[in-house]
Every structure is written in structure tokens, then in C-alpha cells.
């Protein structure tokens, strides 16, 4: 079945078994940042930017995402929201292992996106989703809040030019 | 292929890839699964397959060019099964296809026939000798039957079985490995852990010189856990190589979930009765220990499984008469996943609920009940550093306010038994632990002996120091006290973990990880430089092992002596809450004290720990998540040189929750993880639920 999607910016035409998941079509066109994790929705290895929203592409069938708007980590990494997250979490003292970085970096977006300035405990319900033990969660945590603050700070001085 | 290496080298076998190996997709790359035995034994009669589209292939034992078995610490394994199967989901066969999916539908597909055996081979039964792949009977204080008299004849007679059968999260990279051959030569990708087995399993299976294999390692991520990655992984790139030397095309196996927790990951059950009697005041007079292991079919590292799990049985504690009998069975089962580093948490938590259930029957403080059975006395052939442990369980009990909440609990829960569901006011119980952590340890007189440290001081000034990659937060570590030791600038000090043709370790690499060890030798090899350094041409290079004095601390033949390198301690205290609305647990704090030697960095120490808890706690409970709002961490700095203390969390917390939960909810946990639901069982009137509280083992 042919699926359209705007992958990345780019209109792009899935013809793939509606039925097989998100995750393994990207995969197989090469979109590499998501990962296959626990394969159950609950690590956050394979997450995408599905209509700005962050989600476990591993449990979304194929079907689900036509004429969606897709974006994998590899294209949000151009983005000026990625440098600020991930400077963010630099500060924080975050390392990440590389796995589940799509997870860490596009649920951070998403939930600042939703909230803008995202109270600590919906950080932490945010986090506590994250399965991959990498990362130590008070890190992680306070990363977040310090990309939320980040974010601000950006688009005030961006409103302010 | 987009590999970055991070260094070249001429003559190098083994190198490392920036990448994970399940993203490399090579032009022309072929997809690989296993053809699994659906039964657990049996002769083969032959394997059946349909029609296969072009460009996919079946391979088994026959297309194996050279040996078909690898034989390890003395344990032969087949690459595949040849004639006959041991357990149900051994490989039989590689199917080889360019489309993943439709390899999977195939694989369905095929039909193995077999001649079958009688019986469904052996059960796990540590009373048939036959079934026993190793033991560990120990006595002290007195022999066998003294202990047994002695505890028949105690005042008070306390007895527990408890069962175990934790797995790790599943959140890493899933095993396998991509094998490319040309030119008479393999190139495998792969995150291994024992380069020198996986290169001659794969000299062997494919019948060419070892030289001709090169391994680039590539990244690992999410969590140490060691079980079945040190050995197994070395069987899968064995196999993919066949299929990859088969049919000439690059060739990547990757294990799916399922897949990767009922063969590669799965934990190894264990069951531990401990039988005690005691004094009034709490005092453990004499106390038996029978531990039985589930090894699955095989283990290469079984036998030192059992004497880490023999040595942690008494843990901190000193009974004046005691005696432990350890056993690892054989059964038809995949090879269980078993961890060095973690098998003896198990036994811990076993120990520990012991501990409360003494307490309670004594009706004295749990720390109480620990305190006065932690001296050691020269009964106990094992000799640790304890010195410390007071002061860690007197940290923990001061900063969760233990005595005053363990009390206030348990009146509490006394109170509030009678009422109906629906009824019960908050449910709170606190629960505390001591355990220790040792590494490095020394009845694998092989591993001990293998553990070296190479440093080189360049001619232009920088410092090399050649090691298995360590993990960042121990890299660090490594380069300041370089940085230090040798008066350099951090920046001149780098670590190289490229090997040359016979110069790679000969242990896996978690032999090697010990944070407290390596930076023993790693001083010892800044001082040998700096000794030589004005009177010596550069590059000076200095290596630096365990010295005879440290390999006699332990006594294999008579199991005496001090077991580890180092040994760090720790306690736990744990509370919960019963949330009302949704009945499941809430954890209200975690306080955790850890004698960790020299503290080298305590962000890093702390930040550790607390991934640790977590970790953890996630592996206690299957179904439900057990997130603590609160982790306090106490690091007691003492002596000279650091400890490893990454894996003591898992070795206090579950004796410390089961605790919590077992006064909270005026239940008895015996057995772990807990399966989802359990607080409801608890709660709800037998008349409401006729379920049993503890479901009985299926033996």
C-alpha cells in the first residue's frame, strides 16, 4: 500500500505492508537515529516527531501516520531546538549513550512545545517514561528544565529583534 | 560503510566502530535469523524447508566448513545443532534473505523433523548428580552435622525460602553482529565483550588462520548487564560468519525481543532455603544456607557463579555455626543469563528478608538483629573489611528516621488489619539492608592473573594508556589521575584500546571494568614513571599486574582467605506507601550509605548510585514502575584508592523493599519480582478474592 507522508520535510511515498510499524520503515529508509529498544512503546529509543508530538515509532503501524508529518532525529539535529537542548544538557552534566537519544532529546522538545515552561513534575512524569538506565533521571531532569528555560529566553530575544 | 575509525593501525585485529552495529547496512547486505528447535530434545531426522525466493538461503551444521563445536572453560557447545538437540530454542539453522520480513514469514515456514527421545530430559533436581553442572558445600565453626544439632536444638527456629528470578531492563540494543567476508578474510561488527574467543570461534567454525579475522567493536549502550553478553555473543558471531563465509555477501543477525528474552536474556531462577536458629536477643546461633541455581543447558561461567553466590551467602553477618551448600542444575532450557556481577544480589536479597524475618520473630529492630550478628569471628573462612558498615547503617537509620517510622508502621498495620477494604487509612512500611559489593574476584585464578595495566609515555609528552574502552564516567577518572600522577595537562592524556595480533585481553572486558582496581595498577604505573622518567629515553612504557602477594590473599582449595581484590559496604532503607486510588506502591524514599573507598568524583559516585536505585527497583516489581521522588546518598570516604560500588544497589535495595512491603501490606515477600497485582491480592479479604497470597512455585 502506497502511504504519503512528509518525512522530514520531504513528501515521501511508504509502499510498504500498512501493518508492519513505523520504526521498521523508517529504519529501512535509512532514518537510523530511531532505535530499536524494548520494542513495547516504553524505552523512547525509537522516538519521532509525529505532527510535532514525540512517539514510540516501534507500536505505530505504518497505516496510522498517512499524510503525516514526520520528523526523526536526524533532521531535528539542524534545527536551532536542538542546539539549545542539547546545550542544556550539557550544562545539566547529561551523557547520553547514543541509543536513546532520539527518545532524551525529541520528548524534551515536545513536552516544551505543549508547555513552554513544563513544571518539575511534569518533567519528571515525562522522564519517568524513559526506560534506558543511561541516564541519571535527576540530570535529566533538571536538563530539561533548563531547556524549557532556554527556550524561552531564545524566542523572548528573538521577539525582542 | 559509514564507520569512523577511531584509530588506524597496521596489523591491528581488533579496533572500534562509532557506530551501533544494527545500523550498518552495507551495500548488498543480507538479513540473518535462526531456525530454533521447537523441542527441547531430540534426534534430527533432517530440516525442511519451502521453496525459497532467490537470494535466500538456509544454512545449518553441515555447511559449517570447520569445527562445528566451540569448546569454553570446558564446556562444548555447537554453532548449530547438528544431529541432536538439548534445549527447546537451540539454533539449528541460519536463514539468510535481503528482506527481513519476509525472512521472518520463511523462517515459519520451515519444518523440522526428528526422531524423539524419550522423557523430556532432565529437570532441574539438585539430588541428581548427573544434573549438577557445579557445587560449593562450605562449614564453619563446626562440620555439617553440628550445624544441623544446632539449630534443631535452638531456642527460637526461623526458616525461609526464597526465589529470585530478576531480569535485567530491556532497553539495549538487541545481540547479534554483521559479518563480512571477502578475500579469505572476515571482518565482523559486532559490541563484544571477548575478543580472543570470538576470534578463535570464528578461526574454528570457519577452518581459516585467526589472523584472518578482524573485529571492530562496535558501541554498547544501556546499562551493564553482563550476563550472557560475555560468552553468547561469541556463539552468534560464529554463527553469522558461517552464513556471511556461505554465501559472500555481508550478513547481519539481529536477535528480535522476543527472541532476546527467552534465549539470550533469560534469568537464571534461583531458589535459596535458609534455616536458622537463634537467641531471644536476635543472635544467629547457627544457620544453613541451600542454594539452587537453574543454569539452563550449559554455562561456561557456572562454577564461579556458585562460589561468588557461596561467598555472599553469610554476607555481612557471622553466625557461629553454619553451613552452605550451593548448587547449579542443569535443564533443558537456554543457557541462563548469568552475571557475574550480579548473581550474588540474588542471594542478598534472599539473606536480608531472612534477617527481617528473624527480627520480627524475635520482635527486636531489624538494625538491631543486623548489628548483633555482624562481627566477625574467625568461624567465617572469608576475610572482608567491614570496618565501615556500622557507620553506613547507623547513616541510613538516623537520615530515614527509621526507628521511629518502623514502630509507628507497624502499630499502624496492627491497628488497621481488622478494617474492611476501602477502609484502610495509609499504609506505610520502611525496610533496611546491609550488603557488599566485592570486585576483582580471586577464585578465578585465571581472570585475576590476566588483570594488567599498560601505561606509555610518549616522546612528545602525551600519555598513553592502553585499556579496554572504559566507560566515560571511568575515563575520566582514569585521565585525571593520569593528569595528576604524571604532572601532565588532561589533554595530553589519551586512551588507546587497539590490539594487536596476540596482544588483546584474554578475559572478557567486564574482568577488566573494576573501577577500583584498574586505578590501583594504573598509580602503580604513574609512580614506575615517574621514577624512570628523568633517567630513561622516551617513550617509556610500564605495565603493571597483581602482585603474588594479592593472588594468595585467597585460598581456592580450602575456599579461604580474602575472596575479592576490594570490597566496598552499604545499607539501604526503604519506605512505602500505599497509594489508595490505583493500589499500587509508592515509593516515599530511599536512603542509601556506601563505604566506597576514595571518592574520586561524588557527582559521578551519586549520580551512579541513584541510576542504580532505579534501575534496580524497575527490576523488582515486572509489571509496575516504582519511581522514588527522593534518593539519599551518603558516600563515607575511607582509605586509600577507590571501590566499585555500581552494582551494590542491586545487591540492597531488593532486601530493603521486600521488607517495606512485607510490613506494609502485612505480607510476606519470598519470592521476586513481584508479579502485577500483588497489592490487591494482599489487601483483599480472602472472601472477595479466594486467590492464595503467594502463588506456590510450580516445581
Same mark, same amino acid.
Given at each position: 500500500m502506497k502511504i504519503p507522508v512528509m518525512l522530514n520535510e520531504v513528501l515521501t511515498v511508504l509502499d510498504e505492508d500498512?501493518?508492519?510499524?513505523l520504526l521498521h520503515v523508517l529504519r529501512k529508509n535509512?532514518?537510523?537515529?530511531a532505535k530499536r529498544g524494548c520494542?513495547?512503546?516504553?524505552?523512547?529509543?525509537c522516538t519521532v516527531l509525529i505532527d510535532e508530538r514525540a512517539a514510540?515509532?516501534?507500536?505505530?503501524?505504518?497505516?496510522?501516520? &498517512?499524510?503525516a508529518t514526520i520528523v526523526t532525529l536526524e533532521h531535528f539535529s539542524k534545527r536551532p531546538e536542538y542546539r539549545l537542548i542539547m546545550d542544556s544538557f550539557s550544562k545539566a552534566g547529561v551523557r547520553l549513550c547514543g541509543y536513546c537519544n532520539a527518545g532524551r532529546i525529541l520528548a524534551t522538545y515536545s513536552l516544551i512545545s505543549a508547555y %513552554?515552561?513544563?513544571s518539575r513534575q511534569q518533567v519528571c512524569d515525562m522522564v519517568r517514561h524513559? %526506560?534506558?538506565?543511561?541516564?541519571?533521571r535527576d540530570s535529566l531532569v533538571q536538563g530539561v528544565m533548563y531547556a524549557a528555560a532556554a527556550f524561552q529566553s531564545d524566542s523572548g530575544r528573538r521577539r525582542g529583534s | 560503510m559509514a564507520t569512523r575509525r577511531r584509530r588506524t593501525s597496521v596489523g591491528r585485529l581488533v579496533d572500534y566502530a562509532s557506530?551501533? $552495529?544494527?545500523?550498518f547496512q552495507p551495500e548488498g547486505m543480507l538479513h540473518a535469523v535462526l531456525i530454533r528447535s521447537?523441542?527441547?530434545t531430540g534426534r534430527m531426522r533432517s530440516v525442511v524447508h519451502p521453496?525459497? #525466493?532467490?537470494?535466500y538461503f538456509l544454512y545449518t551444521? &553441515?555447511?559449517?566448513?570447520? !569445527? !562445528?563445536t566451540v569448546s569454553l572453560r570446558g564446556t562444548v557447545i555447537p554453532i548449530l545443532a547438528e544431529?541432536?538437540?538439548?534445549?527447546? %530454542?537451540? #539454533?539449528v539453522g541460519v536463514l539468510v534473505g535481503p528482506d527481513p520480513l519476509l525472512l521472518r514469514r520463511l523462517a515459519g515456514g520451515v519444518v523440522i523433523r526428528f526422531h524423539r527421545m524419550e522423557g523430556d530430559g532432565p529437570s532441574?533436581?539438585?539430588?541428581?548428580a548427573q544434573n549438577v553442572l557445579a557445587s560449593r558445600t562450605i562449614a564453619g565453626g563446626g562440620d555439617a552435622e553440628e550445624a544441623e544439632l544446632l539449630f534443631a536444638e535452638g531456642d527460637i527456629q526461623v526458616e525461609g525460602r526464597y526465589s529470585s528470578n530478576c531480569c535485567p531492563a530491556h532497553? &539495549?540494543?538487541?545481540a547479534g553482529g554483521l559479518a563480512v567476508y571477502k578475500d579469505g578474510s572476515l571482518v565482523l561488527y559486532a559490541p563484544v565483550q571477548w575478543f580472543g574467543q570470538v576470534r578463535r570461534f570464528i578461526a574454528e567454525g570457519l577452518g581459516i *588462520?585467526?589472523?584472518?579475522v578482524e573485529i571492530r567493536r562496535t558501541l554498547v549502550a544501556g546499562g551493564g548487564w553482563d550476563g550472557s553478553s560475555q560468552w553468547y555473543s561469541a556463539i552468534l558471531s560464529a554463527q553469522v560468519a558461517v552464513a556471511a563465509f556461505r554465501c559472500g555477501k555481508p550478513v547481519k543477525l539481529l536477535l528480535d525481543r522476543e527472541e532476546q528474552d527467552r534465549y539470550y536474556e533469560r534469568p537464571a531462577p534461583v531458589v535459596v532455603n535458609y534455616r536458622s536458629s537463634v537467641d531471644r536477643d536476635g543472635r544467629i546461633l547457627a544457620m544453613i544456607a541451600f542454594i539452587v541455581v537453574?543454569?539452563?543447558?550449559?554455562? #561456561?561461567f557456572v562454577d564461579e557463579v556458585i562460589d561468588r553466590m557461596v561467598v555472599a551467602s553469610l554476607g555481612v553477618y557471622s553466625p557461629s555455626i553454619f553451613k552452605v551448600e550451593a548448587y547449579a542444575v542443569r535443564s533443558r532450557k537456554p543457557p541462563a543469563s548469568l552475571s557475574l556481577q550480579r548473581m550474588d544480589s540474588q542471594i542478598f536479597f534472599a539473606l536480608e528478608s531472612h534477617l527481617h524475618e528473624v527480627a520480627r520473630q524475635v520482635e527486636r529492630m531489624p538494625h538491631h538483629v543486623r548489628l548483633l550478628n555482624h562481627s566477625r569471628d574467625s568461624g567465617i573462612p572469608f576475610r572482608f573489611d567491614f570496618a565501615h558498615l556500622e557507620r553506613a547503617l547507623a547513616s541510613v537509620v538516623e537520615r530515614s528516621g527509621f526507628q521511629r517510622k518502623f514502630w509507628s508502621y507497624r502499630l499502624c498495620g496492627d491497628d488497621t488489619r481488622a478494617r474492611p477494604l476501602?477502609? /484502610? *487509612? *495509609?499504609l506505610r512500611g520502611i525496610g533496611v539492608s546491609c550488603a557488599f559489593e566485592g570486585s576483582?574476584?580471586?577464585?578465578s585464578a585465571r581472570s585475576a592473573a590476566d588483570l594488567r595495566m599498560e601505561l606509555v609515555l610518549e616522546k612528545d609528552g602525551t600519555v598513553v594508556i592502553h585499556s579496554l574502552p572504559p566507560s566515560p564516567a571511568v575515563g575520566a577518572i582514569w585521565t585525571r589521575i593520569v593528569s595528576q600522577g604524571l604532572d601532565v595537562?588532561?589533554?595530553?592524556v589519551r586512551i588507546d584500546s587497539g590490539f594487536a595480533r596476540g596482544g588483546e585481553?584474554? &578475559?572478557?572486558?567486564v574482568f577488566f571494568g573494576s573501577v577500583g582496581i584498574m586505578v590501583q595498577l594504573l598509580r602503580k604505573c604513574c609512580s614506575a614513571i615517574q621514577r624512570k622518567r628523568f633517567q630513561q629515553a622516551l617513550p617509556i612504557r610500564v605495565v603493571r599486574g597483581l602482585t603474588n602477594t594479592q593472588r594468595r590473599q585467597w585460598n581456592q582449595e580450602s575456599f579461604?582467605?580474602?575472596? $575479592?581484590l576490594s570490597t566496598a559496604t552499604g545499607a539501604a532503607v526503604v519506605e512505602v506507601e500505599l497509594d489508595?486510588?490505583?493500589y499500587t506502591t509508592i515509593i516515599r524514599g530511599v536512603w542509601v550509605s556506601v563505604e566506597? %573507598?576514595?571518592?574520586?568524583?561524588v557527582d559521578r559516585a551519586t549520580s551512579t548510585i541513584k541510576t542504580a536505585v532505579r534501575e534496580s527497583l524497575r527490576e523488582? /516489581?515486572?509489571?509496575e514502575e516504582l519511581d522514588p521522588e527522593s534518593i539519599s546518598v551518603d558516600l563515607l570516604s575511607a582509605g586509600k584508592g577507590p571501590k566499585q560500588i555500581g552494582g551494590l544497589m542491586h545487591s540492597l535495595l531488593p532486601g530493603a523493599l521486600a521488607a517495606a512491603i512485607s510490613q506494609a501490606y502485612s505480607m510476606? /515477600?519470598?519470592?521476586?519480582p513481584l508479579e502485577g497485582g500483588y497489592v490487591y491480592r494482599a489487601l483483599c479479604p480472602q472472601e472477595v478474592?479466594?486467590?492464595?497470597?503467594h502463588e506456590e512455585d510450580s516445581e
Open positions: 500498512p501493518a508492519v510499524s535509512g532514518q537510523l537515529s520494542s513495547q512503546g516504553h524505552c523512547g529509543s514510540a515509532s516501534c507500536i505505530i503501524p505504518l497505516a496510522l501516520v &498517512r499524510d %513552554g515552561r513544563p524513559l %526506560g534506558c538506565p543511561c541516564t541519571e | 557506530s551501533f $552495529f544494527s545500523d521447537p523441542i527441547s521453496q525459497l #525466493p532467490d537470494g551444521a &553441515r555447511d559449517i566448513p570447520g !569445527k !562445528k544431529e541432536e538437540v538439548s534445549y527447546q %530454542g537451540e #539454533p532441574p533436581d539438585a539430588e541428581e532497553c &539495549r540494543e538487541a *588462520p585467526p589472523q584472518q537453574d543454569a539452563g543447558i550449559c554455562n #561456561p476501602g477502609a /484502610v *487509612p *495509609p576483582g574476584f580471586l577464585g595537562d588532561e589533554s595530553s585481553p584474554l &578475559r572478557p572486558a579461604s582467605g580474602e575472596p $575479592f489508595p486510588y490505583t566506597g %573507598g576514595e571518592i574520586l568524583s523488582f /516489581v515486572s509489571l510476606s /515477600v519470598e519470592s521476586i478474592c479466594p486467590m492464595p497470597m
